[in-house]
């Protein structure tokens, strides 16, 4: 195990469409206690890097703590993903730097304040983020990356949204297809984009990232829909190491994400990198179905690494 992904709590000051984590339930929260013993535990299983996820994390009272006690234990890479509005203080980014925080994970949605905006469900959110990064960039120790979430709204501006944002300083991107595990009564499926439609942005996206000096990683897409040359931004989530841990005690590793195990529809079983491959998503079938895909053949992937690449990537 290299990694734990901690959960601590899922109560967010947002509200992004398709999004859980807005929870503050009891039952969706930790407490100091068992944050602290997911910590030791992970260091005594040889995890050497955290990564603090929720919900939104920086929102916890213990949120300064869980940095100090990570740093003290060891842990080498220590990671926030976060939505980033209270980092466009400065004084409380100088903190959480000095508590121990290496790297900053930007949820970045559009560059358009409209749609941005409307995306996070909060007015001003771009306006905040654009400080945040400010803020954020002005630590020459940190990393930040990227987090996009590709939906129906975005999908064409995302090779424009790498440049922009490799050019401000981030050195990695991770982009997630829009699900619809956690829609609870409102119908999204409008927000579901077509894989292929959104492939050649991927792959644009791909160079930009890497014209930059930065990296892209995309989750969620069948190898048979991306060229076999572009196969190094497929994700491998097994090349993690990373156990989550979430509240209530629910821990699993990441290759058995409910995010990350997808169906393999007859055509798959014939394809040449079907072990590689994470297949297609459930909820994604359920509005696309699985026309889209095809059996890659052994002469396609001669040559071709088809394993892809570990999210964290890089040195910090």
């Not at 991107?173 to 609870?184: E, M």
């Not at 841990?245 to 995010?259: D, I, R, T, V, Y």
Request: aromatic share 8%; hydrophobic share 45%; charged share 20%.
């Amino acid at each position: 195990m290299n990694w734990i992904e901690l959960s601590p709590g899922f109560a967010c000051n947002l509200q992004c469409p398709g999004c859980y984590s807005c929870s503050a339930a009891d039952r969706d929260q930790m407490d100091w206690p068992e944050v602290l013993r997911w910590l030791q535990n992970a260091r005594k299983r040889g995890a050497r890097h955290l990564w603090l996820s929720g919900g939104e994390p920086t929102l916890r009272k213990d949120f300064l703590g869980t940095l100090r006690a990570a740093k003290q234990l060891g842990y080498e890479r220590i990671k926030v993903q976060t939505n980033g509005l209270l980092f466009s203080y400065p004084q409380f980014a100088q903190k959480a730097v000095d508590a121990g925080m290496t790297e900053v994970n930007l949820l970045v949605k559009s560059l358009r304040p409209e749609l941005h905006d409307a995306l996070m469900q909060k007015s001003g959110a771009l306006a905040i983020l654009d400080k945040a990064v400010d803020v954020l960039g002005a630590f020459a120790q940190l990393r930040l990356e990227g987090d996009f979430l590709l939906t129906e709204r975005n999908y064409q501006e995302l090779p424009e949204l790498v440049a922009h944002y490799a050019a401000r300083g981030f050195r990695h991107f991770n982009v997630w297809l829009f699900s619809l595990a956690d829609q609870g009564e409102a119908d999204l499926r409008a927000d579901v984009p077509r894989l292929t439609d959104a492939v050649p942005f991927l792959v644009r996206a791909l160079a930009n990232a890497e014209a930059a000096g930065a990296t892209l990683v995309s989750l969620n897409t069948p190898h048979c829909l991306i060229p076999p040359e572009a196969w190094r931004m497929q994700f491998d989530a097994a090349g993690m190491g990373m156990l989550i841990a979430n509240p209530g005690g629910h821990a699993f590793m990441l290759e058995q994400s409910n995010f990350e195990l997808g169906t393999y529809p007859e055509v798959c079983a014939s394809c040449a990198v079907r072990t590689q491959c994470h297949g297609l998503r459930k909820d994604y079938i359920g509005v696309h179905g699985d026309g889209e895909l095809r059996a890659v053949t052994q002469a396609e992937a001669a040559g071709h690494d088809a394993r892809g690449s570990i999210l964290a990537l890089g040195n910090r």
